[in-house]
Each structure stands twice: as C-alpha cells, then as structure tokens.
Nanobody
Framework: QVQLVESGGGLVQAGGSLRLSCAAS????????MGWFRQAPGKEREFVSA????????YYADSAKGRFTISRDNAKNIVYLQMNSLKPEDTAVYYC???????????????WGQGTQVTVSS
C-alpha cells in the first residue's frame, strides 16, 4: 500500500511559479513510477508528467513541456512538480499517482492522492 499526500497548490498570477510536492508512505517508494495528473472543472483528468523509479526517465504532456519539471527524492519519498510560466489554463486540481510496471504515460495507476488545487489568475 502507498499513501500519497500532495501539497504546494495555491493561487498565483499568470507567469508565476509553484512547486507541488507529493509525499509518499511506504518503504518501496523507489520502486514506483510516479505521475502527476490534473483535472479542471468540467473536464476529464489529464496526464501532466511522469518519472521512472530511478528518476532518469521523464515524461511530459505537450502542455507541460518547457514549463514544468518533474523530479523525485527517493531518500525522502517525495516527488515534485515545478511549474513555471503558469497560465490560466493550468488551473486545475493536481493529483499525484503511483504504479509499478506499466507505461508511465497512461492512466493505469494504482494509488492516487487527494489532490491539491492550483489556480492561476489572469
């Protein structure tokens, strides 16, 4: 079992930055592929970014490329999403998720956090 708790969301002006964190419980965190997803009001949940268990392989949605950076600290059981140059269309609830053994760019994750709200004002 893995429990995930996101933090770091908030209200920011367009062009600003936020860093989301996802703290994971469990000793086997380093085995998991970790992903970030988001869901805007009235829209389906969408993939944002993912990182392999080692941290060497990174994956981004087109909307995140060049602006967002995913990273992880396996010693601290934390995965981060640094978000720069934020836009109003980035407004959503952001979720982190964990899985083992499946393609990182998918929705087939086993564990999900409760989400953290990100609001970008214009």
């Amino acid at each position: 079992q893995v429990q995930l708790v996101e933090s770091g969301g908030g209200l920011v002006q367009a062009g600003g930055s936020l860093r989301l964190s996802c703290a994971a419980s469990g000793r086997t965190f380093s085995r998991y592929v970790m992903g970030w997803f988001r869901q805007a009001p009235g829209k389906e949940r969408e993939f944002v970014s993912a990182i392999s268990w080692s941290g060497y392989s990174l994956y981004y949605a087109d909307s995140a490329k060049g602006r967002f950076t995913i990273s992880r600290d396996n010693a601290k059981n934390i995965v981060y999403l640094q978000m720069n140059s934020l836009k109003p269309e980035d407004t959503a609830v952001y979720y982190c998720a964990a899985q083992i053994g499946r393609p990182p760019v998918s929705y087939d994750y086993d564990y999900w956090g409760q989400g953290t709200q990100v609001t970008v004002s214009s």
